[in-house]
């Protein structure tokens, strides 16, 4: 069974507790993915994402990735047609150090013109990777053909 809860600022909270687990899972889902992009921010969403793993006002990248790692956890995220999803997964024990990382990305991040000229490069190299699989692409085709002109 699971909980949800609404914060008096807006914030949608779902949780459920599985007792015999000893892990946790903390995302922060924002309702905007590629399909709410136009051709003059079209992959906004997926830059966005990356960017916000390149530092904060608190922490290096270097630091955002230590802080999961020494604690045995993973950090990391996906942008969809939807939405885009930032997401630890760790021990129970370390809940309230993956949410202050999450929490830290999401809203001290930095965009350092160094970083995002660099992420530019990574996106276009992963853009070709995906362009090299048939198997993810045919989606594509398939979305363009029936949806036209609309994202």
């Not at 970083?115 to 530019?120: A, V």
Request: contains cysteine; negative net charge; charged residues 30%.
């Amino acid at each position: 069974m699971y909980k949800r809860i609404k914060l008096e600022n807006g914030i949608r909270v779902v949780c459920e507790r599985i007792p015999y687990l000893r892990s946790v899972s903390i995302g922060i889902w924002v309702g905007t993915g590629s399909r709410s992009e136009n051709p003059s921010n079209n992959g906004i969403s997926h830059f966005i994402e990356h960017m916000l793993f390149k530092g904060t006002d608190n922490r290096s990248a270097r630091e955002i990735a230590d802080s999961i790692d020494s604690i045995g956890g993973q950090l990391n995220a996906f942008t969809g047609k939807e939405c885009t999803c930032y997401y630890a997964k760790t021990l129970d024990s370390h809940a309230d150090i993956a949410l202050d990382v999450l929490s830290d990305m999401f809203f001290n991040s930095r965009f350092e013109e160094k970083d995002i000229e660099i992420e530019k490069k990574v996106i276009l190299e992963e853009i070709g990777m995906y362009e090299d699989s048939p198997e993810e692409l045919v989606h594509d085709i398939l979305s363009e053909t029936v949806w036209r002109i609309t994202p």
